[in-house]
Protein backbone atom coordinates (compact mmCIF):
# COMPACT_ATOMS: atom_id res chain seq x y z
CA UNK A 1 0.00 0.00 0.00
CA UNK A 2 1.30 3.15 -0.80
CA UNK A 3 1.60 6.09 1.55
CA UNK A 4 1.60 9.41 1.03
CA UNK A 5 2.69 12.32 3.88
CA UNK A 6 2.85 16.06 3.35
CA UNK A 7 5.03 18.74 5.48
CA UNK A 8 6.48 22.07 5.34
CA UNK A 9 3.05 24.13 5.62
CA UNK A 10 2.43 27.12 7.66
CA UNK A 11 1.97 30.58 8.15
CA UNK A 12 4.05 33.35 6.23
CA UNK A 13 3.19 36.92 4.97
CA UNK A 14 2.96 37.44 1.62
CA UNK A 15 5.91 37.68 -0.90
CA UNK A 16 7.27 34.93 1.47
CA UNK A 17 8.63 31.42 1.12
CA UNK A 18 7.69 27.86 1.93
CA UNK A 19 8.76 24.53 0.64
CA UNK A 20 6.31 21.75 1.15
CA UNK A 21 7.71 17.95 0.99
CA UNK A 22 5.94 15.09 0.19
CA UNK A 23 7.16 11.34 1.18
CA UNK A 24 6.20 7.93 -0.86
CA UNK A 25 6.19 5.01 1.55
CA UNK A 26 5.32 1.72 0.60
CA UNK A 27 6.64 1.38 -3.01
CA UNK A 28 9.60 3.61 -4.92
CA UNK A 29 8.19 6.96 -5.87
CA UNK A 30 9.75 6.69 -9.27
CA UNK A 31 7.11 4.29 -10.29
CA UNK A 32 4.53 7.11 -9.88
CA UNK A 33 3.96 10.42 -11.85
CA UNK A 34 3.72 12.84 -8.49
CA UNK A 35 1.40 16.05 -8.52
CA UNK A 36 0.33 18.70 -5.94
CA UNK A 37 -3.27 20.05 -5.64
CA UNK A 38 -4.79 22.54 -3.66
CA UNK A 39 -8.53 23.17 -1.90
CA UNK A 40 -9.43 27.13 -0.34
CA UNK A 41 -12.56 27.30 1.44
CA UNK A 42 -15.54 26.68 -0.27
CA UNK A 43 -13.96 25.76 -3.69
CA UNK A 44 -12.73 22.90 -5.48
CA UNK A 45 -9.74 20.75 -5.60
CA UNK A 46 -7.25 22.41 -8.38
CA UNK A 47 -4.56 21.19 -9.94
CA UNK A 48 -0.98 22.92 -9.00
CA UNK A 49 1.79 20.98 -10.73
CA UNK A 50 3.09 17.79 -11.62
CA UNK A 51 6.67 16.18 -12.63
CA UNK A 52 6.96 13.13 -14.52
CA UNK A 53 8.58 9.94 -12.93
CA UNK A 54 11.91 10.84 -14.17
CA UNK A 55 11.75 14.53 -13.43
CA UNK A 56 12.53 15.50 -16.89
CA UNK A 57 8.38 17.05 -17.76
CA UNK A 58 6.58 19.02 -15.47
CA UNK A 59 3.68 21.10 -15.44
CA UNK A 60 2.11 24.23 -13.71
CA UNK A 61 -1.44 26.20 -13.34
CA UNK A 62 -1.19 29.36 -14.61
CA UNK A 63 -1.91 31.30 -11.57
CA UNK A 64 1.33 29.67 -10.07
CA UNK A 65 3.99 29.91 -12.88
CA UNK A 66 7.24 31.42 -12.25
CA UNK A 67 6.79 31.54 -8.43
CA UNK A 68 6.23 27.41 -7.42
CA UNK A 69 8.65 24.89 -8.63
CA UNK A 70 7.50 21.25 -8.42
CA UNK A 71 10.97 18.51 -8.11
CA UNK A 72 12.05 15.29 -6.89
CA UNK A 73 14.39 13.37 -5.39
CA UNK A 74 13.70 9.43 -6.08
CA UNK A 75 16.50 8.39 -4.02
CA UNK A 76 14.68 9.92 -1.43
CA UNK A 77 11.29 8.81 -2.53
CA UNK A 78 10.42 12.61 -1.88
CA UNK A 79 8.69 15.05 -4.13
CA UNK A 80 9.00 19.19 -3.20
CA UNK A 81 6.83 21.93 -3.63
CA UNK A 82 9.19 25.26 -3.59
CA UNK A 83 6.58 28.10 -3.08
CA UNK A 84 7.79 31.76 -4.20
CA UNK A 85 6.28 35.12 -3.84
CA UNK A 86 3.28 33.59 -2.19
CA UNK A 87 -0.15 35.46 -2.18
CA UNK A 88 -3.23 35.11 0.14
CA UNK A 89 -5.16 33.94 -2.70
CA UNK A 90 -2.34 30.70 -2.58
CA UNK A 91 -3.83 30.03 1.20
CA UNK A 92 -5.55 26.60 1.01
CA UNK A 93 -4.72 22.89 2.10
CA UNK A 94 -2.25 21.27 -0.23
CA UNK A 95 -2.47 17.58 -1.16
CA UNK A 96 0.19 15.72 -2.98
CA UNK A 97 -0.65 12.91 -5.00
CA UNK A 98 0.65 10.11 -6.81
CA UNK A 99 -0.36 8.25 -10.40
CA UNK A 100 0.86 4.54 -11.33
CA UNK A 101 2.40 4.71 -14.69
CA UNK A 102 4.43 3.09 -16.69
CA UNK A 103 4.40 6.76 -19.29
CA UNK A 104 6.96 9.12 -18.20
CA UNK A 105 4.53 11.98 -18.77
CA UNK A 106 2.98 14.39 -16.46
CA UNK A 107 -1.22 13.06 -15.97
CA UNK A 108 -4.20 14.51 -16.50
CA UNK A 109 -5.62 12.42 -13.69
CA UNK A 110 -6.76 10.48 -12.09
CA UNK A 111 -4.10 10.23 -9.99
CA UNK A 112 -4.59 6.89 -7.69
CA UNK A 113 -3.26 7.73 -4.42
CA UNK A 114 -3.14 10.92 -1.93
CA UNK A 115 -2.04 12.31 1.15
CA UNK A 116 -3.70 14.12 3.67
CA UNK A 117 -3.02 17.35 3.06
CA UNK A 118 -1.18 20.19 4.63
CA UNK A 119 -1.92 23.84 5.45
CA UNK A 120 -1.10 26.96 3.78
CA UNK A 121 -1.79 30.00 5.11
CA UNK A 122 -0.36 33.58 3.46
CA UNK A 123 -1.48 36.56 5.24
CA UNK A 124 -1.67 39.92 3.44
Known amino acids: QVQLGESGGGLVQAGGSLRLSCVVS????????MGWFRQAPGKEREFVAG????????AYTDSVKGRFTISRDNAKNTVYLQMDSLKPEDTAIYYC?????????????????WGLGTQVTVSS
Open 51 to 58: ISRSGTKT
Open 26 to 33: GRTSSAYA
Open 97 to 113: AAESTWRDHVPDGPYDY
